[in-house]
């Protein structure tokens, strides 16, 4: 450590200053942008059909049939997810709930996509479950 500061020069402290800042910045502007969606929709296909496009801004449940059974979807708090469905690793309920426009929820033994599409909501409008955290992998 102190044959690096041996070559540190006054100038080099404000490259770091402005680096850090310029870093932390990031970090604040990017959760205000993609943080969440108004006027969202699901577009719901099953086996390469669209069968329903639903908004997400009332709280409802209801049931698409699938390839395999019925799927019970929930939309509250603007998100979708599945509740039950009559897959056998119910990997699509495991996955939670979408939330964000471009997100995706996939039942492949059902043959069920659902997509998100919509437009920005501000990040203090958001839950805050969805609002990320700072634990990256």
């Not at 870093?23 to 296909?45: C, H, K, M, Q």
């Not at 964000?100 to 958001?126: A, Q, T, Y």
């Amino acid at each position: 450590m102190k044959t690096l500061v041996k070559y540190l020069r006054p100038g080099d402290g404000v490259v770091l200053v402005l680096f850090a800042a310029l870093a932390i910045g990031s970090f604040r502007f990017g959760s205000f942008v993609g943080a969440g969606d108004a006027g969202l929709a699901a577009i719901i296909t099953v086996n390469h059909r669209e069968v329903a496009t639903v908004e997400l801004n009332k709280a409802s449940a209801f049931n698409v049939q699938g390839a395999l059974g019925e799927i019970t979807l929930q939309i509250e708090k603007n998100s979708i997810r599945v509740r039950r469905s009559a897959c056998p690793n119910q990997v699509c309920v495991k996955q939670g709930a979408a939330r964000r426009s471009g997100e995706i929820l996939v039942c492949v033994p059902n043959r069920l996509v659902i997509l998100l599409r919509g437009e920005s909501l501000p990040s203090d409008r958001m839950p805050q479950e969805s609002r990320g955290d700072a634990v990256t992998h």
